[in-house]
T-cell receptor, first 115, second 113 residues
């Protein structure tokens, strides 16, 4: 039972380079999310997709773009990486558009370093 | 807007001692409350959640939490700490509308043998 799978697990980028983090879930969830985790700041929402075909900005969207490719997949793109984007990125999913106590399930994280 | 405050970014307890991790939230509507655990280099796993009903919620690995509306708190406890409990713990809240899920900044639990 894979749950939420994200790739790559580790990546080092040079400033200005672009890359895409891939995420897929096999739980038939409607909603998907991208978070970043930084020391002392907990998890902050970058973008989310309430359902297939929709995306919305979260708390810290600047410098990122997302694509909800289909119900299973939700990718995060850094168009021009900056050192401030060095972080651990988590993809997550939940069953319903209205969370209503639905559990959010996380991938194992992607460690990104921008030098 | 919601906010979640976890008091104490680092907590140390002796093996066998009580674990108490504090979480307070602000919400204008009845919230849904969650505790997640993160082991090193892993994603977050659900420990327990409160939606409605009984205010004392039991989770995995012997953890439990009590929703106290009057105190706007959802503290996590475990009667006897085990070495394997060493991890980062996150409290989270959602209002059940929209898709915002708010996390606290986390508490790192160290268990001393």
């Amino acid at each position: 039972n894979a749950g939420v799978t994200q790739t790559p697990k580790f990546q080092v980028l040079k400033t200005g380079q672009s890359m895409t983090l891939q995420c897929a879930q096999d739980m038939n969830h409607n909603s998907m999310y991208w978070y970043r985790q930084d020391p002392g700041m907990g998890l902050r929402l970058i973008y989310y997709s309430a359902s297939e075909g929709t995306t919305d900005k979260g708390e810290v969207p600047n410098g990122y773009n997302v694509s909800r490719l289909n119900k299973r997949e939700f990718s995060l793109r850094l168009e021009s990486a900056a050192p401030s984007q060095t972080s651990v990125y988590f993809c997550a999913s939940s069953e319903a558009q209205d969370l209503s106590g639905n559990t959010i399930y996380f991938g194992e994280g992607s460690w990104l370093t921008v030098v | 807007a919601q906010s979640v405050t976890q008091l104490g970014s680092h907590v140390s307890v002796s093996e066998g001692a009580l674990v108490l991790l504090r979480c307070n939230y602000s919400s204008s509507v009845p919230p849904y409350l969650f505790w997640y655990v993160q082991y090193p280099n892993q994603g977050l796993q659900l420990l327990l959640k409160y939606t409605t009903g009984a205010t004392l919620v039991k989770g995995i690995n012997g953890f439990e939490a009590e929703f106290k509306k009057s105190e706007t708190s959802f503290h996590l406890t475990k009667p006897s700490a085990h070495m394997s409990d060493a991890a980062e713990y996150f409290c989270a809240v959602s209002e059940g509308t929209g898709n915002q899920f708010y996390f606290g900044t986390g508490t790192s639990l160290t268990v001393i043998p």
